[in-house]
């Protein structure tokens, strides 16, 4: 009886662990599953601001290889309607300062009007030393700086240029908000110099350019712009993050930022490489990575001025251990899923209508164009298994005859004709994982 008593004991012990484990890993299962269905209602009777497709018409190249990468691919970006492209490595690799006060600007001038020919501006990314680091000689720097504003803002005329001071600077060259050396000293300088060079010119200049979000960094510029006198045109950090909600955390934290400095409560604000990943990821190369891309576009749009997506075209040797690198084109000018979300994204204009009733997975955004009422809706899941039929309850309709066509990103468009009897109607669409529709409601005169 006691070896029977004690046997059992012992199997208690052993398995107990085990079902704790069994239940936690339910317990996780179901939470990460948690979520909210949408139920979309819109107004379309009352449109409010334009629609700024400034919000994703933005890309930055990293500096896979020290060429014009963008030159190859000009055709393929056109397409897709840029209005900034962002570039940095300008003086290590573009060998700008030949010194003794001289400078040779003809290879960047090649890979400034490849981004012209595009049909966007250029974002020039100032940056960096050649041992990436606190310059040795802040009179160069600033000399440097100068004759290159007074090089593309006056000389070549090009209007609209973004100055964005240095580019990861917490990562490159070790800069800090606090201490020595000091973003801050760096900033002023910069931003000074461009102000000299690009004298009487339209151009914005800004910073800091930080690999994340981080708030004391940000709420260091602006004092240093404040209390220095020094123009701050617009807020500048980078994000990759799977998790759309880490986005809007940000853009939380800023307002509470901004309720300090009223006085850049407008300032542009710009996540000037964004992606799903820092490193390269698989989801570079699939559909998935296009449906984040919708996905933060629906959430950010009235949120951020420009999302920059990183990047145009992939370098020529992706890392040993995967397949892909973070580009909308393959280096060999092929393009990917992701280039095509940009596509898909175009055909929305108009002005926004109101809307309600997103969920935690399917969100939407609305706009009106003449007669015609667009929605963009789109189902993102990281885990590529929720499914979910959303009502799209349109408000406000005048009763006839419509007509809606419905596209699907990279795949089919369908049209069906629609008899609306009431104000209030209903289209119910079925979204699979990782899936995106624009509608396109018309009324037929």
Wanted: proline content about 6%; aromatic content about 12%; charged content about 20%.
């Amino acid at each position: 009886m006691k070896q029977k008593k004690f046997i059992t004991t012992l199997f208690l012990l052993i398995a107990l662990p085990l079902l704790i484990f069994s239940v936690k890993t339910v317990l996780d299962l179901r939470k990460s599953a948690s979520g909210t269905n949408a139920n979309i209602s819109i107004d379309v009777q009352n449109p409010n601001s334009q629609l700024s497709p400034s919000l994703w018409r933005n890309i930055a190249q990293g500096g896979e290889e020290p060429t014009d990468m963008i030159k190859p691919v000009i055709n393929q970006l056109r397409t897709i309607k840029p209005e900034l492209i962002r570039i940095d490595h300008l003086f290590d690799y573009y060998q700008v300062d030949i010194g003794n006060g001289l400078y040779d600007f003809s290879r960047l001038d090649g890979a400034i009007d490849s981004i012209r020919a595009t049909g966007a501006t250029p974002m020039l990314s100032l940056s960096y030393t050649p041992d990436s680091k606190e310059p040795a000689d802040w009179n160069q720097w600033n000399n440097l700086i100068t004759a290159t504003a007074r090089h593309y803002s006056i000389e070549k005329n090009i209007s609209g240029i973004y100055y964005e001071v240095w580019n990861e600077p917490d990562l490159f060259g070790g800069w800090h908000y606090a201490r020595s050396p000091n973003y801050s000293t760096l900033y002023i300088n910069t931003a000074r110099a461009v102000a000299n060079g690009a004298k009487g010119s339209n151009y914005k200049v800004g910073g800091p350019a930080i690999t994340a979000y981080y708030s004391n960094w940000i709420k260091s510029l602006f004092k240093t712009a404040s209390e220095n006198n020094v123009p701050l045109d617009f807020i500048s950090w980078h994000k990759y993050s799977k998790n759309i909600s880490d986005y809007l955390n940000d853009f939380d934290n800023l307002n509470t930022i901004l309720s300090d400095y009223p006085q850049y409560f407008n300032i542009e604000r710009l996540i000037t490489e964004i992606g799903p990943n820092p490193e390269p990821d698989s989801w570079y190369d699939n559909k998935i990575s296009g449906i984040h891309l919708i996905s933060l576009v629906t959430q950010l749009s009235g949120k951020i001025h420009r999302i920059f997506t990183f990047e145009a075209i992939d370098g020529p040797s992706p890392r040993s251990d995967v397949s892909t690198g973070w580009g909308l084109l393959t280096h060999d000018q092929k393009p990917k899923p992701r280039y095509y979300s940009l596509q898909f994204l175009n055909q929305l204009s108009g002005s926004r209508l109101p809307s309600i009733g997103d969920g935690t997975w399917v969100t939407s955004l609305s706009t009106k164009n003449a007669s015609t009422i667009q929605t963009l809706i789109v189902n993102y899941d990281p885990r590529s298994s929720h499914t979910e039929t959303t009502p799209i309850n349109y408000k406000g309709l005048t009763p006839g005859q419509y007509k809606l066509k419905i596209s699907e990103y990279l795949g089919n468009t369908r049209n069906k004709n629609v008899t609306v009897t009431t104000p209030t109607h209903t289209e119910n669409i079925y979204l699979e994982p990782n899936t995106a529709y624009l509608l396109e409601l018309q009324m037929l005169h």
